[in-house]
């Protein structure tokens, strides 16, 4: 079975400043790891994915994701906080290509970014 | 351009009346899957489809029906809908592979009462 943490369902920062969203996860399989941001009354949109490879993952805009095995763990961060990160992020897993079950998400972290 | 459709994006019913949200996507994707969002429990799976004519259980598909005729669409019905229904229906496709991640449609806000 495949899990998510998601540490802090609500992350208030100020704008300029380091954005850090945590998410841990659990498989029995090696992991492919995504996070997803949703924007209000919107749809959720793929920030980035580690599957295999690279452990730091680059996606859109300017945010990036390490995965540590020994931590289990895929924190999300961006080095500067802008108002329009301001949304829900959700980190999800799969076990890997089986083709048999679909995402797991966590329960979404909130982020404010204050002016 | 490349998307998932739902329709609709709102829908208030009343308790017992069958109803059906539509999906549909344009990019020939092999797997769908219906989640639904609720506060605090993020994004959880209703049913997902491999192909057409194969689906499966996700991990709350009880008062949910779904069917998959034909590649591009793969509506989710609720036969006789309850209030604990009432939530926020996402419809995403994938291309084969878990690797290429879902593309996600823009929401059907249910409120059943």
């Known amino acids: 079975a495949q899990s998510v943490t998601q540490l802090g369902s609500h992350v208030s920062v100020s704008e300029g400043a380091l954005v850090l969203l945590r998410c841990n996860y659990s498989?029995?399989?090696?992991?492919?790891l995504f996070w997803y941001v949703q924007y209000p009354n919107q749809g959720l949109q793929l920030l980035l994915k580690?599957?295999?490879?690279?452990?730091l993952v680059k996606g859109i805009n300017g945010f990036e994701a390490e995965f540590k095995k020994s931590e289990t763990s895929f924190h999300l961060t961006k080095p500067s906080a802008h108002m329009s990160d301001a949304a829900e992020y959700f980190c999800?897993?799969?076990?890997?290509?089986?083709?048999?079950?679909?995402?797991?998400f966590g329960s979404g972290t909130r982020l404010q970014v204050q002016p | 351009e490349a998307q998932v459709t739902q329709n609709p994006r709102y829908l208030i019913t009343v308790t017992g009346k069958k109803l059906t949200v539509t999906c549909s996507q344009n990019?020939?994707?092999?797997?769908m899957s219906w989640y639904r969002q609720d506060p605090g429990l993020g994004l959880r799976q209703i049913y997902y489809?491999?192909?057409?004519?194969?689906?499966d259980k996700g991990d709350v598909p009880e008062g949910y029906k779904v069917s998959r005729k034909e590649k591009r669409n793969f509506p989710l019905i609720l036969e006789s809908p309850s209030p604990n229904q009432t939530s926020l229906y996402f419809c995403?496709?994938?291309?084969?592979?878990?690797?290429?991640?879902?593309?996600f449609g823009s929401g059907t806000r249910l409120t059943v009462v």
């Open positions: 995403a496709s994938r291309a084969q592979g878990q690797a290429s991640g879902y593309t």
């Open positions: 498989s029995s399989v090696p992991p492919y």
């Open positions: 580690y599957t295999t490879g690279a452990t």
């Open positions: 999800a897993v799969s076990e890997g290509d089986t083709g048999r079950r679909a995402l797991t």
């Open positions: 990019m020939n994707h092999e797997y």
């Open positions: 489809s491999m192909n057409v004519e194969v689906t």
